[in-house]
């Protein structure tokens, strides 16, 4: 049987295929504009762009007031020390993605990483293992899939989720079904730390990019393409960047 959250993303994503069949522009006819249309890989832009329209201001009066409040409360260490947290809790998804990609070497990191924070960083509240030789790196399954080929698929804004793609938005329903914390059983408060630990990531995540956003709703001549393009040529850089990762299994200090 599905757990909850991996069955909820499943009917999400269905329900998502349904609205987006017959939503997509008609590719142009003139040579320029259909280059650029290729190249933006957007055939949805118009629901794309109301999608991001309502996410910006469900963004304005909802997460954004919380973030600010939560920046203007927590000193930057504090901070810091709980975005450790969140990211060593989802160490085993980078985890179990490395091992998918067929990268052994960047799986031993991660699992290293994750036992020394755990215990040595209390849990990732102190970053020891950066320190000890294992930084953080990102994977997830829509970057798994990459490896292996599988194309990204148009462009999706998905609502108070943000950027996307047809094959992201199918990693994130594995990533769930990655993530331990997601199989925690009742008891015990791990069902609340559960909650918590979603809560502060979603939190301290939007905290973390308060400038960097303001800065681009304020700048940008268009927000929208500007993040488009941004997450597209980010996700390219990350997926070539584990294709290319050929380094020994054995880490140096063994030798």
Not at 197 to 203: E, K, Q
Not at 214 to 232: E, G, N
Request: charged share 20%.
């Amino acid at each position: 049987m599905l757990h909850p959250r991996i069955a909820s993303v499943a009917a999400g994503a269905g329900m998502l295929a349904l609205a987006l069949a017959g939503c997509a522009a008609p590719p142009p006819k003139d040579p320029e504009a259909l280059a650029e249309y290729r190249e933006a890989n957007d055939p949805y832009e118009p629901l794309n762009r109301k999608m991001y329209g309502i996410s910006m201001t469900l963004d304005k009066y909802t997460l954004r007031p919380v973030a600010k409040a939560w920046v203007w409360a927590l000193p930057y260490r504090v901070r810091q020390s709980l975005g450790g947290l969140v990211q060593t809790m989802g160490e085993p998804v980078v985890f179990f993605n490395d091992v998918g990609a067929g990268k052994p070497r960047r799986a031993g990191d991660a699992f290293v990483r994750w036992c020394i924070n755990m215990v040595a960083g209390v849990g990732g509240l102190f970053d020891v293992a950066k320190y000890a030789g294992y930084p953080h790196h990102d994977n997830d399954a829509g970057l798994t899939l990459a490896t292996w080929g599988v194309p990204s698929g148009p462009y999706l804004f998905l609502p108070m989720m943000g950027p996307s793609s047809f094959r992201d938005a199918a990693g994130s329903g594995i990533d769930i079904g990655l993530q331990p914390l997601n199989y925690v059983p009742r008891g015990y408060g791990l069902l609340t730390f559960n909650w918590a630990y979603n809560i502060v990531g979603t939190i301290n995540g939007r905290a973390d990019h308060l400038d960097e956003l303001d800065q681009l709703q304020r700048d940008a001549l268009d927000p929208y393409a500007t993040i488009r393009s941004a997450y597209q040529q980010q996700r390219k850089a990350q997926a070539e960047s584990i294709r290319n990762d050929h380094r020994a299994t054995v880490p140096d200090w063994y030798n």
